[in-house]
């Protein structure tokens, strides 16, 4: 089992949906969470950090964690096409400092 | 102005040769990262440093060889080049370890023919 999962994609979605992307970890010790997002060509960079049960939102992204289920999800509302890319999920392996990341899910947004 | 820069952007190179990748941050952080991309887009930790001091070394064949001269650069030493080396190298830096948001220089790409 990897340590960190995600569908591969690609996820289409039109112009104006929610796009929602999910991601499932295996340490249940895990207290830290990414969503970073990467062009094609380009490398990551992060969108959102989230370290507690619930949802985080910052403009028109929602990051949401349930420690429980093990579960990390990513909501991109009014889905535009320069949100096209690949997101990929990283979890903090606190004991090592080491990012894990996920394979990442490959958007498409269509006009 | 860039934040974290890597050279050369492209390489591509025969087996068995020796190269090196370097990296360069002007953030001022004190940690650093060696990321290999494959070509599944999968992103594997390679290597950390954090104020010169290696931390973090990955099962990673020991013809890659990291070194840290100071706080602002890494480098990445890959002897015996094979073709499975090929791959997209990414530098990362952060202000600490842990919970420190990396931020990823623009990649080198490593061709081995």
């Known amino acids: 089992q990897k340590e960190v999962e995600q569908n591969s994609g690609p996820l289409s979605v039109p112009e104006g949906a929610i796009a929602s992307l999910n991601c499932t970890y295996s340490?249940?010790?895990?207290?830290?969470f990414f969503w970073y997002r990467q062009y094609s060509g380009k490398s990551p960079e992060l969108i959102m950090s989230?370290?507690?049960?619930g949802d985080k939102e910052d403009g028109r992204f929602t990051a949401q964690l349930n420690k429980a289920s093990q579960y990390v999800s990513l909501l991109i509302r009014d889905s535009q096409p320069s949100d096209s890319a690949t997101y990929l999920c990283?979890?903090?392996?606190?004991?090592?400092?080491?990012?894990?990341f996920g394979s990442g899910t490959r958007l498409l947004v269509r006009p | 102005d860039t934040a974290v820069s890597q050279t050369p952007k492209y390489l591509v190179t025969q087996m068995g040769n020796d190269k090196s990748i370097k990296c360069e941050q002007n953030?001022?952080?004190?940690?650093m990262y060696w990321y290999k991309q494959d070509s599944k887009k999968f992103l594997k930790i390679m290597f950390s440093?954090?104020?010169?001091?290696?931390?973090i070394n990955e099962t990673v064949p020991n013809r890659f060889s990291p070194k840290s001269p100071d706080k602002a650069h890494l480098n990445l030493h890959i002897n015996s080049l094979e073709l499975g080396d090929s791959a997209v190298y990414f530098c990362?830096?952060?202000?600490?370890?842990?919970?420190?948001?990396?931020?990823f220089g623009p990649g080198t790409r490593l061709l081995v023919l």
């Open positions: 990362a830096s952060s202000r600490d370890r842990g919970l420190e948001t990396q931020y």
């Open positions: 340490d249940r010790g895990s207290q830290s």
């Open positions: 989230i370290y507690s049960n």
């Open positions: 990283a979890v903090l392996r606190d004991s090592s400092y080491k990012l894990i």
């Open positions: 953030l001022g952080h004190d940690t």
């Open positions: 440093y954090n104020n010169k001091e290696l931390i």
